[in-house]
């Protein structure tokens, strides 16, 4: 779809006139149809539905008018203080893209509007988006909302904030409302949001320490994307930090962050079992403490916030039990500088497997990929840039998050492969260098590139931060396991009888899916009621992901640093309206 009117003269008068219009059509036995263009998207974050769901074409129309009643949506106006009205090209189509404030029966809504020109019709919405933003009753505390502090500042008895903190932690008389487990940053990012909405909530994890699942990797790790992007909810990162943060730096971040927000953590702690019970509402969830002692707790939800990345995938690769040597997952490696002079082979090209040999390689290792299928290779420069620079689309990280949100599954899908179109060009000399190695490269299904491959697969993509050159010179050496014929006790044997030798193999071969997770830690029944876990469902809405799930009282949550931003203040507002009203 094209405008007729490519000038938009005076967007914000453009948008504030659909509002109104729209706000007052909202009344029962209105045609809302003369708001919305042909090719439309709604998407709603708990508004109106109370769920997540995307509604296309003439469903739009038709699902905001039944549930308008319930919703009592009104007060649509243009938001105070965001980015206002403008005229945008995304995917080809011009709009006036707005940001909107309306209010709601649950509380304060945020939405975003995209207008176009339609021949002989006036603006219509091409897409609306309308998000929950504010709790009636449970608003954030932040901003004006800020609690006073006063029991610190004028009580001189007692006990005082850390003593008040550690009472909190300890649980000795009570259990957490909200079970998190998991305490990387989907789990300490939802936990950040519950404690602003009066939860009491828990993050068990099996690392000693807060940030452990970033210290304990492997020595030479660095984020692969943009800081600016990956800012924990209420503490965004120091300006003077680097682009690229170190994995020490982000752990200890995270330690810090555990002690800011007030965050209840348990290290050195493992979830060994849960069941529910659905007479009292609650989990028996067994604990394994660092002292061996077993805990049991019984909070009304537990939210598994272990990833996408969570019991490590062991492939049964012929003859690998006959190896003499070591074989370990990429989860369990740590340094390169523990195998000088050795000869490894890594099994997988994801972005671990790439780390992985290339950390080994630059320990002194002498180094074999082995690639059971092909990858998608970005450059971080210009390639993985570009993608860091396309989500900014606003002035601010908080707007650019909201615009993201706004985005329904079939323009993300058009608008990641207009950007792998980009890469492809930046990246061409790269690929074809990589082909003529032998290193089998694809840009995903139907050129979607790397960011599809990671919602629908968690991985099958290496963003080259110099692994890719050593594999072109040959200085880390490359297999297709086509070409072998099995693992023997001293290497992998080839198909034409050679055998490359090894000490030590790393499999690189990802994680089982979380589904799998559910079947080990409650059985059968929950996983098979709960179903598959991430990828997309038919509205294109993530699968069991920041919403309710079959079985009652788990919840899910994963992502990348901007989702567990975003989607964590989703999930933190069902938890708490099933909670109830009480603090």
Known sequence: MTSSNPNYADPRAIAESWLRQFGTSLMPGNDLSIHFAPECYWRDLLSFTGELRTFSGTQVAEELARRQPE??????RPAEGRTGPRVVER???TSVEAIFEFDILAGSGIGVVRLVDVPGQGYRARNLFTSLDQLAGHPEHIGENRPVGKA????????????RRQTAIAYKDRDPQVLIVGGGQTGLALAARLGQLDVDTLIIDTHERPGDNWRKRYHSLTLHNAVWLNDMPYMPFPQTWPVFVPKDKLAGWFESYVDAMEINFWGSSTFEHGAYDEDSGTWEARIRRADGSVRVLRPQHVVLATGVSGIPYLPTLPGLDEFQGEVIHSSAYTSGAEHTGKRVIVIGTGN???DVAQDLHAGGATVTMVQRRSTTVASIDPSAAAADASYMTAPTVEDSDLIGLSVPYPDMYAGSQALTATMKEFDQDLVAALETAGFRTDYGEEDSGFQIKYMTRGGGYYLNVGCSELIISQEIGLIQFADADGFTAQGLRMSDGTVVKADLVVLATGYQSQQEGVRRLMGDEVAD????IWGYDDEGEVRNMWRRTAQRGLWFSAGNFQMCRTYSKVLAMQLRQELGTAG
């Open 71 to 76: 919703a009592k949506a009104t007060n649509f």
């Open 91 to 93: 995917n080809g189509v």
């Open 152 to 163: 610190d500042s004028t009580k001189f008895e007692g006990p005082n904030w850390l003593d």
């Open 352 to 354: 671990s497997g790439h």
């Open 529 to 532: 009621a709960v179903g598959p």
